[in-house]
């Protein structure tokens, strides 16, 4: 799949089970002097502000980039600066019962992307699913989109940077079956996807 694909089946997700979300698209950012554009900028109100910003990674994006430190530091980037940009500025609520910002890393479902993250999957899991921003907690996600093919609202992930790390019996447990992420695991490399054969030469 296309990053435009995946960004259109994000858009309606939001729009599915979520009132009146603020979207853009290839939203762009400008702090301390460092520029970048997030895929999709989705601005929620449950009821205080909650930001999601998420990274999308197609087979396209994984085979152009030099490695998952590459894919990293992008995602890093978008952490540091997005919110850095006074256009998009968090700012401390008391009283908030979750994360102020999401920011989300998500890679298609398609043997190329499940390759790649099961290549460097120390890497992917090394990600703290908790931190800050300033005096705002937030939360930070890695994984695969899950769903693609059926009502937007059940389009979900399975992350890789949480309890349930790439390759584990409880990651696996998690797929749902029959789904584009189920059959693209079966078409790579059993001992690459359940074992962990690191090949990674990013150093």
Same mark, same amino acid.
């Given at each position: 799949?296309?990053? &435009?694909?995946?960004?259109?089946? @994000?858009?309606?997700? !939001?729009e599915?089970?979520?009132?009146?979300?603020?979207?853009?698209?290839?939203?762009?950012?400008?702090?301390? =002097?460092?520029?970048?554009?997030?895929? @999709?900028?989705?601005?929620l109100?449950?009821?205080?502000?909650?930001?999601?910003?998420?990274?999308?990674?197609?087979d396209a994006a994984?085979?152009?980039?030099?490695?998952a430190?590459? @894919?990293?530091?992008? !995602?890093?980037?978008?952490?540091?600066?997005?919110?850095?940009?006074?256009?998009h500025?968090? /700012?401390?609520? %008391?009283?908030?019962?979750?994360?102020?910002?999401?920011y989300l890393?998500?890679?298609?479902?398609?043997?190329?992307c @499940?390759?790649?993250v099961?290549?460097? /999957?120390?890497?992917?899991?090394?990600?703290?699913?908790?931190g800050?921003?300033?005096d705002?907690?937030?939360? /930070?996600?890695v994984?695969?989109?899950?769903g693609? &093919?059926?009502?937007?609202?059940? %389009? =979900? !992930?399975?992350? $890789?940077?949480?309890?349930?790390?790439? =390759?584990?019996?409880?990651?696996?447990?998690?797929v749902?079956?029959?789904?584009r992420?189920?059959?693209? %695991?079966?078409?790579?490399?059993? &001992?690459? $996807?359940?074992?962990?054969?690191?090949?990674?030469?990013?150093d």
């Amino acid at each position: 799949m296309r990053e &435009d694909e995946l960004a259109t089946r @994000v858009v309606e997700h !939001y729009e599915a089970v979520h009132d009146e979300p603020e979207i853009r698209l290839e939203e762009p950012y400008d702090a301390e =002097g460092r520029r970048g554009v997030v895929d @999709v900028h989705v601005r929620l109100r449950t009821p205080e502000t909650v930001d999601h910003a998420i990274e999308l990674k197609s087979d396209a994006a994984v085979r152009r980039a030099t490695g998952a430190n590459e @894919v990293l530091r992008q !995602y890093r980037r978008m952490e540091r600066y997005f919110h850095a940009d006074e256009t998009h500025q968090l /700012r401390p609520k %008391l009283g908030r019962s979750g994360p102020g910002a999401r920011y989300l890393l998500f890679f298609a479902p398609t043997p190329t992307c @499940v390759h790649h993250v099961a290549t460097h /999957r120390t890497l992917y899991g090394s990600v703290e699913p908790t931190g800050s921003v300033g005096d705002v907690p937030i939360a /930070r996600t890695v994984g695969f989109l899950t769903g693609l &093919d059926g009502d937007p609202a059940d %389009l =979900g !992930y399975l992350s $890789v940077n949480g309890e349930a790390s790439f =390759g584990s019996p409880a990651f696996f447990a998690s797929v749902p079956g029959g789904s584009r992420l189920a059959e693209s %695991l079966e078409r790579v490399d059993d &001992d690459l $996807v359940a074992f962990g054969d690191e090949r990674s030469t990013d150093d």
